[in-house]
């Protein structure tokens, strides 16, 4: 049996508000396309919020996030999130590996083999047996995606996962989020970097303030921005309040 | 004053004749505080991580009780135990009054709490710094508590351990349901209370000593033990 | 490592919650008063009973007031103690049967070694504590229901005195074993009334001396009461009437004449031999 697609990404009338202030204010649009999905936006824009909401994390105040008609639970195995600033548990580098298939079910045969491609995968092979909590940050971000691609999800949520690294990290990480790509993992990432979304989106999500400004075809995006607010973002202005 | 300088000596010479008084009331100490220490973690570990990790009706009061318990007088909790285990209370065809099991129960009453609240405290801690993280990664809230209590077993070592501290130096509890009957019941500290009251200051002051030592032995026998494995893990 | 300490603990578990092979095949509980086990009579008289009967005897030592009511709860077989009219109440209310005296020795007065009221030189005992009273010279009291704080009740009440009203005063009452008291005797300076067995085996005496003795009001009677059966149906009866009897026994009466401390009789059997 073919497993269900997880596309689309329904939003409709989604708002989310905390002690008055709207932090996603009626956000709607679909997102069907596979590769990399970008949101982007300046600081506070509400890009973790939509994250965490299609995560399960947080439930909406009004409308609903659907992936295919179903919403989202933090356990579905189907999708994974990685934070910006990750938690590692005080074990080695693949007992936290570990930990995340035992909480998935995965046949404990399947264990070694998936543990060892994970972390060829990300270049941490040498590091297997050393404590997470002990990794440089570059190293703890690559276990951080390590541990998010080790269930072969259909869809990774990364959420600014190079806002604390320094050039090389970045270029490390966004070279392994592109090969996740390429393999059919679908990926949404939140970053405020214009740049970091120049190079790696497919499509872009625009949001200021909560509100959904633009959801475009990256070329289309930064060739020919609809909105003044964009356009103004894509020039490096200080954005205006709306 | 030299009483300090005696004591020693005398302490000295009891360790090292391997005195056979001694080594029974010292065998007895470690056995009725470490079981007690056992059974009190068996208990307080998953009560103190249930009352940090799960709402229910009552956790507050429970919550304050523990924490009023954390200072419960030996006396008070010896005298309860007593009368429950008394012939004439309600477990007193049991016949436990005046045995060691008596006094492991006096002891897990004394300690319990003191292990539940820390546990409480070092678990809401680490749930702070991981729940977020953990519940991204697909943890169920029946599962946290397990994975919990492992992530912080360094810090809940040390929590188990104050523990063990106030059972091995505890005397009012296991005097009063213990009854310090020779061969039986009598262990460290209510020997040194017998010894003092005979007058016996020097006996007692090196039986003191001997306990300080039993204690600082222990403990960081466990702590080293500790070290080594944290060192290996993280 | 973490398994060696697991296991290590769960021996230990094992070893505790599995009751000790004891060699004798039962054991008998006893309540006795603080002086007959510090002075170390019993530790010297049981070994002997047990060679005889197979039987060990564990001792609970505590004040007679203490004593009287852990039988009374059913928590020991038999009480050793020594204040007469509470082992008659004891009795009478059907806590007990068979009081009987086993032997006897006395209560002293001990105190500062200057001795700044002279009770030395006094022969009764009514004339030494109204002496102290008149001074209000601190005297350290038991308060602990013991039998010798009643004794020592007692002899006040035949002075006239009503001490309890100069509680804090002068007279100071500890609530704490005779060992206890004594130290606190010696730490204050203090004039305090003690059995002779204790006095004699207590070593932190340094600062205390024996001032007054040998006066019939300080006759210290100790008897043995069985704890009611009917009461407690799971009193070991029988075993306990085999040691009451055998400390009447006149071979238990020998060796109660025979222990001594430095060369010295501690206790003085005068038990009815049957």
Redesign the interface.
């Known amino acids: 049996m073919q497993p269900a697609p997880v596309l689309p990404l329904e939003i409709q009338h989604l708002s989310f508000a905390r002690q008055g202030k709207p932090l996603l204010d009626n956000v709607n649009t679909i997102i069907e396309s596979v590769g990399i999905t970008i949101i982007l936006g300046p600081n506070g824009a509400g890009k973790s919020l939509l994250l965490r909401i299609a ?1 399960g ?1 947080d439930l909406p105040d009004h409308g609903s996030l659907k992936w295919n008609k179903h919403i989202p639970q ?4 189907w999708r ?2 990685v ?1 910006q600033k ?2 590692f ?4 580098v693949q007992a936290n590996l570990e ?2 298939l035992s ?2 079910k995965t046949a404990k045969t399947e264990h070694d083999a998936l543990i060892r491609e994970a972390l060829q995968h990300t270049g941490l092979v040498e590091l297997a047996v050393r ?1 997470a ?2 990794l440089s940050g570059g190293e703890q971000q690559r276990l951080n995606i390590a ?1 998010a691609w080790i269930l072969k999800p259909k869809v990774m949520l990364l959420d600014e996962p190079t806002a604390e690294l320094d050039p090389s990290g970045v270029a490390t990480i966004e070279m392994l989020i592109k090969t996740i790509a390429q393999q059919n993992t679908k990926i949404i990432m939140s970053t405020h970097s214009l740049d970091q979304a120049k190079r790696l989106a497919h499509e872009v999500l625009f949001l200021h303030q909560g509100k959904l400004i633009e959801h475009t075809p990256a070329n289309v995006f930064f060739a020919q921005p609809k909105t003044r607010l964009a356009e103004d973002f894509i020039a490096g202005k200080l954005l205006n309040r709306i | 004053m030299n009483d300090f300088s005696q004591a020693f000596l005398k302490a000295a010479q009891l360790i090292l004749q391997f005195d056979e008084g001694l080594i029974e009331i010292v065998t007895l100490s470690l056995q009725v505080s470490m079981t007690a220490v056992f059974i009190a973690s068996m208990i307080s570990l998953p009560l103190g991580a249930a009352l940090a990790l799960y709402k229910f009706h009552g956790r507050g009061l429970v919550v304050a009780l523990l924490n009023t318990f954390m200072g419960l007088p030996p006396v008070v909790v010896g005298l309860v135990v007593y009368l429950i285990l008394s012939r004439s209370g309600p477990l007193g065809a049991l016949g436990l009054l005046f045995t060691p099991t008596a006094m492991i129960i006096a002891q897990v009453c004394l300690i319990a709490p003191i292990i539940a609240a820390l546990t409480r405290q070092t678990i809401l801690d680490a749930n702070d710094e991981c729940h977020e993280q953990l519940r991204a990664l697909g943890a169920r809230s029946s599962s946290m508590m397990g994975t919990l209590l492992w992530e912080t077993r360094y810090s809940l070592v040390t929590n188990v351990f104050a523990g063990f501290g106030r059972a091995i130096a505890e005397v009012g509890a296991v005097l009063i349901v213990g009854g310090n009957i020779n061969h039986s019941t009598r262990v460290m500290t209510t020997a040194i209370a017998l010894e003092t009251s005979k007058g016996d200051i020097e006996l007692a002051l090196a039986l003191g000593m001997i306990l300080i030592m039993l204690s600082l032995i222990v403990t960081s026998a466990v702590m080293s033990a500790r070290h080594a494995a944290y060192k290996i893990y993280s | 490592m973490k398994y060696c300490l697991v296991k290590a603990i769960a021996v230990m578990v094992c070893m505790t919650l599995t009751p000790a092979p004891t060699l004798a095949n039962s054991f008998i509980t006893l309540v006795s008063t603080t002086s007959t086990e510090n002075s170390g009579l019993l530790d010297y008289l049981i070994p002997k009973f047990r060679d005889r009967t197979g039987i060990d005897v564990r001792v609970v030592a505590v004040g007679t007031g203490r004593a009287l009511k852990l039988g009374e709860m059913g928590d020991a077989d038999m009480i050793l103690v020594h204040h007469r009219a509470s082992e008659e109440n004891f009795i009478s209310n059907g806590f007990g049967v068979e009081r009987r005296e086993i032997m006897y020795n006395d209560f002293v007065i001990a105190g500062p070694p200057e001795d700044p009221v002279n009770i030395r030189g006094e022969h009764e005992t009514i004339r030494a504590l109204t002496l102290i009273y008149e001074h209000k010279l601190p005297f350290v009291s038991r308060g602990d229901d013991s039998g010798t704080h009643k004794k020592e009740r007692e002899l006040w009440a035949l002075t006239g005195v009503d001490v309890s009203q100069y509680s804090g005063n002068w007279y100071y009452e500890t609530g704490a074993g005779m060992g206890a008291t004594l130290n606190i005797a010696n730490g204050m300076r203090a004039y305090v009334l003690t059995d002779r067995s204790t006095w004699l085996s207590f070593k932190n005496r340094n600062g205390l001396d024996l001032l007054f003795e040998n006066d019939p009001p300080l006759h210290n009677q100790y008897s043995i009461i069985l704890v009611n059966p009917e009461r407690h149906p799971h009193i070991k009866f029988e075993e306990a009437e085999l040691f009451a009897n055998w400390l009447a026994s006149s071979e238990g009466q020998q060796v109660i004449a025979e222990f001594t401390l430095n060369g010295q009789q501690l206790f003085f059997p005068n038990a009815q031999l049957q």
Not at chain 1, 74 to 77: A, G, I, K, L
Not at chain 1, 89 to 92: A, D, G, P
């Open positions: 995560h994390l933090p356990r579905d195995s994974t999130f934070f990750p938690v548990l005080q074990r080695n930990y995340v909480l998935h404590s909590r002990t541990r």
